[in-house]
């Protein structure tokens, strides 16, 4: 990988050796021998060829599959950055160089761009559904295993925000916590006398329970599979005293409803394990 190109990964919150690593195994499952490429063309042929978008969306993952042609030997000229939104016909890379590369190439360089492409998407339209509304839409850790990084960096270049990346780095009290604890307001201040400066967040089934997170000391609470009704009083109760996240039940078609309740996020886990790939095909000059 050349130093430009981690560099960029680097600017973009991805580890350039975990990417190069990711992309090595995916090449590796196509072995080693293209039994329909090699008899077909020699090893000094070249070709030129364009991936393109075959329908409207948001991009994510050229420098990951900037990687792919890297490590492949094919030169690579991006034509859009990621978190550019494009229009079906719109050239997204342009490749040339071996033609037997290329080809060993285009599918883990599809199967990436595709599905990150795909995320970032739908994230966009998530957080356009509710335009001119302070919400925010979040991922959650309902992430693909070894994917995790990839698919949290899509969610941002389609304007969404990332909840926590690991069980490390925040806390996330829910009711088996709350269960097993004995009280939400026990497990919050057990979180809290062992970890007094790390965010934390507390999981609310009814408004009941936001006000026992309040009075706790609660700053950040999720509000589960409450109805609109519900979410604004929470809103009301809060009064600006924690952030407030809408979550469980969401769907594109209720996100507005759901953000002038005027909570700061909506929760959506289906942006990440459940996100439709974006349509990119290649094709040779």
């Not at 075959?54 to 030169?75: C, I, K, T, Y």
Request: hydrophobic share 45%; with cysteine.
């Amino acid at each position: 990988m050349t130093p430009e190109l981690a560099d960029r990964l680097r600017a973009a919150g991805l580890d350039p050796q975990a990417v190069e690593n990711l992309v090595r195994t995916a090449l590796a499952e196509d072995g080693d021998t293209d039994v329909t490429s090699e008899p077909i063309f020699g090893p000094d042929e070249t070709a030129r060829g364009d991936f393109a978008a075959r329908e409207d969306g948001v991009v994510a993952g050229v420098p990951v599959a900037a990687v792919v042609f890297e490590e492949l030997g094919v030169a690579y000229e991006a034509r859009v950055g990621d978190g550019d939104r494009v229009a079906a016909g719109d050239v997204i890379i342009s490749v040339s160089g071996p033609t037997r590369a290329i080809l060993r190439a285009e599918r883990t360089a599809l199967n990436l761009l595709t599905h990150l492409s795909g995320i970032a998407t739908a994230t966009r339209r998530w957080q356009d559904a509710m335009e001119g509304t302070k919400a925010r839409v979040r991922d959650s850790r309902k992430t693909l295993p070894g994917l995790r990084a990839l698919q949290k960096y899509a969610v941002r270049c389609g304007g969404g925000v990332n909840h926590r990346m690991s069980l490390s780095d925040a806390a996330l009290v829910k009711d088996n916590h709350i269960a097993a604890a004995g009280s939400l307001t026990k497990a919050y201040e057990a979180i809290r006398a062992a970890h007094p400066g790390l965010h934390v967040q507390v999981e609310c089934d009814t408004l009941a329970q936001v006000e026992e997170a309040l009075n706790a000391g609660a700053t950040s609470i999720l509000l589960d599979n409450m109805s609109v009704a519900d979410m604004t009083e929470a809103v009301r109760i809060t009064a600006g005293r924690a952030e407030l996240e809408a979550s469980g039940g969401l769907t594109l078609e209720r996100a507005r409803d759901v953000a002038v309740t005027g909570v700061d996020y909506l929760a959506v886990g289906a942006l990440t394990h459940s996100a439709r790939v974006f349509d990119i095909g290649l094709d040779f000059s």
